[in-house]
Each structure stands twice: as C-alpha cells, then as structure tokens.
C-alpha cells in the first residue's frame, strides 16, 4: 500500500517568498506529524494533528509558519517570508489510532532559502 | 523542548563488528524509540520500547529501556554494510516525540 508522500521533494527558494509543503499521510491515520529536520541534526517538533482535536501547534518557531489538515487528511506546512535559516528538510508522519509512537515518515521536502 | 543526549555523535566500525549507542535525558519518557534514517528518506522505526527495563530484540537489533526512564541504549550484532544510517533515538512525552541528534553509522566491508 502507499506510504506518507511529500511533494515537492526539492524546493528553492528565494528569501522573503512564501512556500508551502504538503504531505499525503496514509489512508486511515488519525495523527499528523510535521517536523524539520536541518544539517546533520536530530528532528525538531513543529505541529501535530489528531483526528478533529485542535492540533497542538507549540514547535512552531514563528508567526510565519502554519499548517492546516484538510478532511482530516492532506496536511499543507506553510512558510511565510522565508528565511535562510529556514533551509531545512520538512519531514511529515503519521500514525494509526492507538498507535501514536507508530510513525510512518514521507521522504521529506529538502527545502533551501536563498 | 527536551533535549536527549544520544552517543557516539558517529562510528566507523568494520563488518562483523557488534555496535553500541546510547541515548540520556533530563526528562522522564513513558515511551522511547529507536529509528534509522537512511540518506533522502525518512526515519523508519526500529524498536519501541514501553516499560522501564524492558529489553526488546529486532532480529540483529536489541534495545533497552533505562530502569530510570531517563535513557535507551541500542545495541546492534554482527554488523553488516546495509547497517549504515543515521540512527535516532526517540522519547514520547504528551503528544509530542522528543529526538536526540543521532549516531552515524559507517560500516567498512
């Protein structure tokens, strides 16, 4: 069956630009996960989804980024004014009910700031 | 956020050879994980472990939950090249999944 997929999977960009990331979780998966990833460090939190709950948007690291889940399925990471610090890879998981440690990652979306 | 420890920062082993890596918090975890990332992919999980002392195995692959809960140790035999990746540990704390910064893994035929 198909996996989490993640599209674009390479994004450039200029600084100041606007970017959104989106991610296809598996059919049926309550919980959605966004996460960044940057050179050579571990994944850092930014939001989480759960079926209808309000998602649980404390690791975002700024007013410039946001992310909604539509139909409790497609999940799109927004990115306002980019910044080149914000050059990253975006990762996004998902997981089944029940099952939240259960995480299934897409390939990420490697995005770079100019 | 919480911070996890996790080391070495990277191994260079020879096949064959069996491999340790650890991870330590300052938090207690009810949940800890390991994964593997493998260049332009995402992690994958490995193990999960849940329950303080509890000792999993994974074909090749053992981890261990800390009697403290404060850490993890990963434990692979008889390494083999296709071992090679980035190794993540993982702790579950509410809803959110803390991440230590990884250990590299570099296996030479």
């Known amino acids: 069956g198909a996996g989490v997929s993640q599209s674009p999977s390479n994004k450039v960009t200029e600084k100041g630009k606007d970017v959104e990331l989106r991610c296809d979780p598996i059919?049926?998966?309550?919980?959605l996960y966004w996460y960044r990833q940057s050179l050579g460090q571990g994944l850092e939190f930014l939001i989480y989804?759960?079926?209808?709950?309000?998602?649980?948007k404390s690791g975002l690291p700024s007013d410039r980024f946001s992310a909604e889940r539509t139909g409790g399925s497609v999940s799109t990471l927004t990115i306002q004014r980019t910044q080149q610090e914000d050059s990253a890879v975006y990762l996004c998981?998902?997981?089944?009910?029940?099952?939240?440690?259960?995480?299934?990652f897409g390939p990420g979306t490697r995005l770079t700031v100019l | 956020g919480q911070q996890l420890n996790q080391s070495p920062q990277s191994m260079f082993i020879q096949e064959g050879e069996d491999v340790s890596m650890n991870c330590t918090s300052s938090?207690?975890?009810?949940?800890w994980l390991w994964y593997k990332q493998e260049p332009g992919e995402g992690p994958v999980l490995l193990i999960a472990?849940?329950?303080?002392?509890e000792l999993t195995s994974n074909g090749r692959l053992t981890a261990q939950f800390g009697i403290t809960r404060k850490d993890s140790f990963l434990n692979i035999s008889a390494s083999i090249p296709s071992d090679v990746g980035i190794y993540f540990c993982?702790?579950?704390?509410?809803?959110?999944?803390?991440f230590g910064t990884g250990t590299s893994l570099t296996v030479i035929p």
């Open positions: 998981a998902s997981s089944p009910a029940g099952a939240a440690y259960e995480q299934f």
């Open positions: 059919s049926g998966h309550t919980a």
């Open positions: 989804f759960q079926g209808n709950s309000a998602p649980d």
């Open positions: 938090s207690i975890f009810n949940t």
């Open positions: 472990l849940y329950k303080a002392g």
């Open positions: 993982a702790g579950l704390g509410g809803n959110q999944f803390y």
